[in-house]
């Protein structure tokens, strides 16, 4: 049976109604800021020590297409391994950043340290020295106000400040950094793909923490070898006597 004309006629009115009706835009999701970062470093030998200094750098930028208007990525603290045996002293900070060896699982609230070292249970660092590590240098900015940190004085994005360092009695070794962000942003694991030389490569930095002996252990071994070496020359005098 064909379509009468009135049928065709209907069906085209009900095609350019369909064609012309408004449609719902699709949605869009915008990520307002990129959250980067890196750190750059030297290593200068100075006879029996090695002195290190770091740059933190902001590589956020914002893809906002209606200029901001959301919370800015700002630097505020960040941190680096620590083991005892590293030899490390005379610890710097920049103008308005303060310093601390923190203790990993303990926050104190106070300089904003919230006890995590996230490279722990990163997967390229988890099976690492790096990963049982229990302290930790951290950075934080308090504008000189010794409080906890503080986006006054923290690293903004497409910038970068220096003067971060310490000198140490190892030469350096490959190590993560962790980064913290203002506005609750999620801590950052620096460079884990492309590690740089961060760390000084104590014993303990190689893995070779359990190696070494506790200082009750040497005085019982020396005290051990003495004996031993008492008996050994009471023997030669019976065999010589």
Not at 69 to 87: A, H, K, N
Not at 91 to 106: D, F, H, K, Q, R
Not at 188 to 198: A, H, S
Request: proline share 10%; aromatic share 12%; hydrophobic share 35%.
């Amino acid at each position: 049976m064909k379509p009468t004309s009135t049928v065709l006629a209907l069906a085209s009115v009900f095609t350019l109604t369909i064609l012309n009706a408004p449609q719902a835009a699709a949605a869009v999701v915008v990520t307002p800021w990129t959250q980067a970062d890196h750190v750059s470093g030297s290593v200068s030998e100075a006879g029996s020590s090695w002195n290190y200094a770091f740059q933190v750098h902001n590589d956020s930028f914002d893809n906002s297409p209606y200029g901001g208007g959301v919370p800015i990525p700002v630097i505020v603290d960040w941190e680096l391994p620590y083991y005892s045996d590293m030899g490390i002293s005379g610890i710097y900070s920049p103008s308005g950043w303060n310093y601390e060896i923190a203790t990993v699982g303990t926050p104190n609230p106070f300089t904003g340290w919230s006890g995590d070292a996230d490279w722990m249970t990163h997967p390229d660092w988890m099976n690492t020295p790096f990963s049982d590590v229990t302290e930790v240098i951290h950075w934080y900015c308090d504008g000189g106000e010794g409080g906890p940190p503080s986006a006054n004085c923290g690293i903004f994005p497409d910038n970068s400040i220096g003067d971060f360092g310490f000198a140490a009695g190892f030469a350096p070794t490959d190590a993560p950094y962790q980064s913290s962000w203002d506005y609750i942003i999620p801590r950052r694991v620096g460079d884990p793909p492309f590690p740089i030389q961060l760390a000084p490569a104590s014993p303990c930095a190689l893995g070779n923490c359990n190696d070494i002996p506790e200082p009750g252990t040497l005085a019982l071994l020396g005290l051990g070898m003495a004996a031993a070496f008492g008996v050994e020359r009471r023997r030669r005098r019976i065999r010589t006597g």
